[in-house]
């Protein structure tokens, strides 16, 4: 549906991307001779909010989703921006909302996260955009909001049976991660040796409580999650909340130099990661191989 803006409305919207103040957008409307309504700016705004079809209703913090849909219908004030590049999928999942005319704080619910993650997610953003407001760093994410793709891991053989668990956020994690896989163990019904899996557990574990909470995640928590396979496959799974992976080694796809990692390998699991799907947070995986079948007796 084709939308077309007055060039007032064009202009009033073009200083949330621009981070302009208002009274710098007041003031071009005047030197250039468009009409300035008597409620000003926001008069304005409402006008273009109705055209667009905005899903936000209040007025206040309804700038971001302004400009990205005055892009997305092709009726801007300000030029696209420069592609700033691949951005993190948690930062993109972020922006998203603001352009979906989402707050941070209804973010936060709707994810079941505290509001001070999807705070602290805003303020990395603005240190890799440069932007100091939210408005501002939709515009300047904009290339990669409208064009965001995913790239999604090589599908394992279909789960046959799983078991997950929540362990604690702290140390005491380890030692639960690895009970708690020697007592699925048999229930799963792999056939290969429960210690190398317990110890995978422990490391991948110990690998999330070091590195995978935040801050100020004061109650944190882990989910750990086995799983068999059809190809009899033992799939260990935890998952954290900190979407990115730096001891991972994403050019070579092996587990850089963290050293827990690299023994799960030498256990003989393969270690792969994936953002969650709510993109605040990330779940490592080491997978197992079909164990050899146990020799019936003679």
């Not at 700038?63 to 921006?81: I, K, N, R, S, T």
């Not at 130099?257 to 792969?272: K, M």
Request: charged fraction near 20%; aromatic fraction near 4%.
């Amino acid at each position: 549906m084709s939308v077309s803006l007055l060039p007032a409305e064009r202009r009033a919207i073009a200083p949330a991307a621009t981070d302009r103040s208002h009274t710098e957008v007041l003031t071009h409307l005047v030197r250039e001779g468009l009409p300035v309504p008597p409620g000003g700016l926001g008069s304005l705004w409402s006008a273009a909010a109705e055209k667009l079809g905005t899903r936000r209703v209040e007025g206040k913090g309804r700038q971001p989703e302004l400009v990205y849909l005055a892009h997305v219908h092709g009726c801007p004030d300000a030029p696209l921006p420069r592609d700033p590049g691949p951005l993190p999928p948690d930062v993109l999942g972020l922006l998203r909302a603001p352009a979906d005319g989402k707050t941070l704080s209804g973010y936060a619910k709707e994810l079941g996260v505290r509001r001070t993650q999807t705070q602290a997610l805003a303020r990395y953003a603005r240190t890799l955009l440069g932007a100091p407001t939210l408005a501002c760093l939709v515009h300047r994410a904009l290339p990669r909001l409208r064009h965001a793709g995913h790239t999604a891991p090589a599908a394992a053989a279909p789960v046959t049976a799983s078991l997950q668990t929540e362990l604690p956020g702290d140390a005491s994690a380890v030692t639960a991660a690895r009970g708690w896989v020697r007592a699925t163990h048999a229930w799963l019904r792999w056939t290969g040796p429960a210690a190398h899996a317990a110890e995978a557990a422990g490391h991948l574990v110990a690998n999330a409580v070091l590195h995978g909470l935040p801050e100020d995640t004061f109650h944190g928590h882990l989910l750990l999650k086995a799983s068999a396979t059809e190809a009899s496959e033992l799939l260990l799974d935890v998952t954290d909340h900190n979407p990115r992976f730096p001891q991972f080694d994403r050019s070579t796809g092996r587990a850089g130099a963290d050293r827990g990692l690299r023994q799960i390998a030498w256990l003989g699991a393969q270690v792969t990661w994936r953002t969650a799907p709510n993109a605040l947070g990330k779940t490592v995986r080491a997978a197992f191989p079909p164990a050899r079948p146990l020799e019936e007796p003679a």
